[in-house]
Structure formats: structure tokens, C-alpha cells
């Protein structure tokens, strides 16, 4: 892809202006042109992968994410591409829209570029074409999503319709349907869960706030955009800190595919007034997700964005993804609404959070705690809260980072009881100074209890075994070695455990704690974990016949924190004990 000369003035951290923006859309546009069929209304990329939709509905995405950057590009001489292709899909070249259909999401895409583009596009249309586009896009108003963030696409499509003058006491209903039931996905301080359940990853950001806000804002409806923009300016604060120093996104969820539509409420903030971000913050941010994935193959020789992370790569994918799914990448161009001589375009760039200090922030929503360190830029999660079990590993392991990968086998970032290294059923015990701990059953009926302390680069993670038989094998795992850059991972075993990068132990008589030290750094010639840290583990109490864990961790900076394992509730019907774990 061919961009213009970076700005070292203007953005001396990416070099990237507006002008590379634009270059980038462009480019990708004229990439895909090549694959539209006769009529326009499909665009079918190469590739032997179908989604479990097939291929007609393939085609469809490849237009509509398409369409989606068209609009945000107001690229008028593509808009009448698309023009003639829509004519053709509503008149029967599209699948219907259905129940559960993915002809649903892709109505979404038509619906919000039809609405930001209707002087350029929908005004410009035969009467007879719009007649039919709103009968086809009308069948979103009433077909049945799935519950997750695709109770957003109807919202989306009858934003669209109720604007134009059409469908509208269906368009409304299905407005208020589909806010209502997000509502009881909003876990507070900004996040939402993806639906029933913990799933916390970047649906908040590119769907659960995107619609919204776009909505209310298009909208003009000040209520609405006051709960929903100042529900996204709480997010953006946590939301700024997934990024490394490098530009990537934390390796974290399903659809990475997606890649740089991490930036979509990045450039939402901006466009809508509802963000804690300095123009030149936002800008960085989105410039630097942006040119890490062009600089490492997210786009092939053919100019197409390939089906993976980097260059191509399977492991990232799920069954819905076909070969348009990366153009949902498309929504990283948001930010191209704002006009050239906006502040987020002529600021210059800023530090992102994790250039500016070392920090370790606790995300109360999906009780995380987020660890980062300005020497190298290095982001790390600490997962103690989200979890989707039909998208390991990308949910449930203990941890994720901005340069390392979830390995299937052997598993990263995990604990292994009894030959069981699942993590089910995760339950929150809470994120704050410095830590940050959950608990959860194993299938063998045994629980594990599990506590993260981080200060700087590094971690100690304790994890209690509860409800094993004695000699029950226990095995851990610490970080998996760096996708790219000089990161270095380290793991040592500091009670109950021993051996090197992967750590064994076995359980004892009752509940037995395992401690490790961990660190991932791409620090130059770092000091030995045990001149950094140490931890102390005495049994202090006896509640009833369970034992009662202190854990005192002490810093080379001199702080200290201390933290109890306790049991809570115990069980009528078992042996079973559920345990808890807090700063004391």
C-alpha cells in the first residue's frame, strides 16, 4: 500500500496525518473493486473460505463493509458504484433478512452508510429503488437477533428508515426494543457485557457503543446522546489503555480479524464531543493501531485485507468469518467524518497511557486489572472476570498482552488441576490497587481461587486449590513467547511449585496454595524477579476445618500488601468449600 511521506511534526510518533488516512482508504477501496460482480451488488473475494452463511451471503458482506468505507470516505465516485449495486441487490440479488440471518449485521453497515451519506447517495436514487431498498432493509425491524450486540443492527437500520419517512412506527419499535435490551447487558463504569454472561472484549467498542452514540447523534437527541456519550467517555478512559507502545491492540476476544476497528470509539469520542482525550491523544492512538497492522501484512499483494491478525492466520478466526469479514476494519475510519481542520487532525500527536508512566489500573466492569510499562510500551490484562468458553483462548486464560498470542497447546497463562486446565464459571472477587482476583469450579468439582498482584513489569499469582484429593497434580503457565519484538517472558515457582516455564506441584492435605512470580518484558538486561519481590505465605487461622492463608508481598520500591484466603460459603451437599481472597 503506497502512502504519502510520514509528518515527523505534526505526528512524531506515527508519522501519520490525515492525508494517510485517506490514502488508506482509498487504497483499500480500489483493492476491491476488482471482485464486485457485473451487477455490483456482491463482492466476492478470493479465497477457498466460506462463512457458515455461504457464499451468497458472503458476497453481501463484501459489499456492505465495503459501502461502510465509502461513506465514511465520502468518495462520491465510489458511492455511485454502490448506488448501481443496490439497485441490484434489492431487487433481488440479496438474501433476505431473516432470524438470526447475517444478512442482519450487514443491513446494519447499508443502513448507517445510507443514513451519513444521504445527500450523496439515498437522495440521488429512483424512487422505485428506494421503495424497494426500504422493503428489504424493513425486514431488520422485526427479524429476531441474536442476544448479544446484534440487538444494535435493528436499532441501526431503523435510525436509517425512521429518518427517510418510512417504516416508521416499526422503526421506533425496534429503536426502543433493541436500547432496552442492551440495558441489561451494561455492567457500569462504561463496559457492557456481549450479551448473557461475562463476555467483555472489544464489542464494546466497536458495537455496544458505536450504535448508540452514532444513533443519537444522527438523531439529534440530546437525552440519548448525554446517557450514551457519557457512557463512552467512561470507557475511553479504560478503553485508551489497550493499546501498546508499538500501536497493538491486546490480543484479547473473538473477531481480532477486525484488526483496526479497535479505533472506531477512538474517533466516535471525538466525532460526538464525548471523550476524556486530547485531539493529539486520539489521533496517536488510532495512527498507531492503524500502521501496525499495515506494517505487518494485515493487507496482501492484491491490496485485500487478509483473514487473520497480522498476514493470514486461521486461529483467529470463528465460524461466521467469511472472506469480507476483515472490512468490518472499516469502521477505523470513522474518524474521516471529522473535517480536515478539526483539532484531532491538527493537534499534534500526544503520548498514549502506556508511553507516559507505568501503571496498574484496575477495570471495576470486567474486574481486569490492566498492567503497563513505559519503558517498552508493553500492555498486559489480567483476566479475572470475562469469559467465552466457545471462543477459547481468547477469553477465559488469566492473561493477555499487546505482543503475545493465547496458545492452544500447551495453554498459556493457565492453571492445570487434576489434568483439568479449563476455567469455567469464572466468578469476580475484585480489582483494585495493584491486584485484582477471581474464583472458579473445575469440572473434577474442585475450585481454584486465584489472585494477581502486579507493580511494574511484574506479577505474583497465587492460585488455591480447594476440593482435590491429595497428590492431585497441579501445572502452570506463565506468558508464551513474544509474536514479534524483543519481549521475554519469566516464571519461577516461589512456594509449592518448581521447574521452568511450565511450573509443577501437587495438592497436600486440604487447601493448598501455589505462588509463582511472572514477568513479560522486552526491558534490556532487567533485574532477577527476586530482587524485585518477595512473598510471604503463612497459615494464620483455622475457620472451622479450613485453613485461613495470609500472603504478604513486598516491592524493592518498598510497598507492601497483604492479602487473606479465607473460605466463605461452604457447601451443605459436598466437601466443597468456595473461598475468597482480599487485601486485609
Not at 464459571?425 to 489472585?451: D, H, M, Y
Not at 515457582?493 to 496454595?513: F, I, Y
Amino acid at each position: 500500500m503506497h502512502l504519502p511521506p510520514p509528518d515527523a511534526a505534526l505526528s512524531p510518533r506515527t508519522g501519520y496525518t490525515r492525508d494517510h488516512w485517506q490514502a488508506a482508504a482509498d487504497a483499500l477501496l480500489a483493492a476491491v473493486e476488482p471482485y464486485a460482480t457485473e451487477d455490483r451488488a456482491l463482492y466476492h473475494f478470493p479465497g477457498s473460505r466460506e462463512s457458515w452463511s455461504g457464499g451468497l451471503s458472503d458476497g453481501l458482506e463484501g459489499y456492505a463493509r465495503t459501502l461502510l468505507l465509502a461513506a465514511f470516505r465520502r468518495d462520491e465516485t465510489a458511492l455511485e458504484r454502490y448506488a448501481s449495486g443496490l439497485a441490484a441487490g434489492v431487487s433481488g440479488a440479496w438474501p433476505r433478512i431473516e432470524d438470526r440471518s447475517q444478512p442482519l449485521v450487514e443491513a446494519a453497515s447499508i443502513a448507517l452508510a445510507l443514513r451519513l451519506t444521504r445527500p450523496l447517495l439515498w437522495d440521488r436514487l429512483d424512487d422505485g429503488v428506494r421503495q424497494r431498498a426500504a422493503a428489504w432493509l424493513g425486514d431488520a425491524l422485526t427479524a429476531e437477533p441474536w442476544p448479544c450486540n446484534w440487538e444494535l443492527f435493528p436499532v441501526t437500520v431503523g435510525g436509517f428508515l425512521e429518518a427517510v419517512g418510512h417504516e416508521q412506527e416499526a422503526s421506533r419499535k425496534a429503536i426502543d426494543r433493541g436500547l432496552e435490551r442492551i440495558e441489561q447487558w451494561y455492567v457500569g463504569d462504561g463496559w457492557y457485557t456481549d450479551g448473557p454472561g461475562r463476555a467483555f472484549d472489544y464489542y464494546n467498542g466497536w458495537a455496544m457503543h458505536l450504535y448508540p452514540v452514532l444513533h443519537a447523534w444522527l438523531a439529534d437527541d440530546p437525552d440519548l446522546l448525554s446517557l450514551y456519550g457519557g457512557r463512552l467517555t467512561t470507557h475511553l478512559a479504560d478503553y485508551a489503555r489497550l493499546f501498546g507502545g508499538d500501536g497493538a491492540p491486546l490480543h484479547q476476544g473473538r473477531s481480532l480479524t477486525y484488526r483496526f476497528a479497535t479505533t472506531a470509539p477512538l474517533w466516535l469520542g471525538a466525532l460526538t464531543d464525548h471523550t476524556p482525550l486530547q485531539p493529539g491523544e486520539t489521533r496517536r492512538l488510532a495512527s498507531g493501531a492503524l500502521k501496525y497492522f499495515l506494517e505487518r501484512d494485515a493487507v496482501d499483494d492484491q491490496g485485500l485485507l487478509t483473514l487473520g491478525w497480522h498476514g493470514p492466520d486461521e486461529s483467529v478466526l470463528q465460524g461466521y468469518s467469511g472472506p469480507a469479514s476483515p472490512y468490518w476494519a472499516s469502521k477505523g475510519f470513522l474518524g474521516l467524518l471529522l473535517p480536515s481542520d478539526h483539532p484531532v487532525w491538527t493537534a499534534q500527536e500526544e503520548a498514549g497511557p502506556a508511553e507516559r508512566q507505568n501503571a496498574v489500573t484496575p477495570i471495576a466492569g470486567p474486574n481486569w486489572l490492566l498492567q503497563s510499562t513505559s519503558s517498552d510500551g508493553l500492555v498486559r490484562l489480567h483476566n479475572h472476570g470475562s469469559e467465552d468458553v466457545r471462543y477459547d483462548p481468547f477469553y477465559t486464560r488469566f492473561a493477555y498482552s499487546t505482543v503475545t498470542r493465547p496458545l492452544i497447546s500447551p495453554p498459556d497463562n493457565s492453571v492445570t488441576v487434576g489434568g483439568d486446565p479449563h476455567r469455567e464459571g469464572i466468578v469476580p472477587l475484585g480489582a483494585g490497587e495493584g491486584w485484582a482476583a477471581s474464583r472458579n469450579a473445575l469440572s473434577s468439582g474442585a475450585e481454584l481461587t486465584s489472585l494477581v498482584v502486579a507493580e511494574g513489569a511484574v506479577e505474583v499469582r497465587a492460585h488455591l486449590v480447594s476440593g482435590a484429593g491429595p497428590g492431585t497434580d497441579v501445572y502452570v503457565t506463565g506468558w508464551a513467547r513474544a509474536e514479534s519484538g524483543d519481549a521475554r517472558a519469566d516464571l519461577v515457582g516461589v512456594h509449592g511449585l518448581t521447574g521452568d516455564s511450565e511450573l509443577s506441584g501437587t495438592v497436600g492435605d486440604g487447601p493448598t496454595l501455589f505462588v509463582a512470580l511472572a514477568r513479560l518484558t522486552a526491558e534490556h538486561n532487567p533485574r532477577p524477579l527476586a530482587e524485585l519481590v518477595s512473598v510471604e505465605m503463612k497459615v494464620v487461622a483455622t475457620d472451622g476445618a479450613h485453613d485461613v492463608h495470609d500472603l504478604t508481598v513486598r516491592w524493592s520500591s518498598g510497598s507492601e500488601q497483604h492479602f487473606r484466603f479465607g473460605c466463605t460459603v461452604a457447601d451443605e451437599r459436598s466437601t466443597t468449600a468456595s473461598w475468597s481472597v482480599a487485601p486485609r
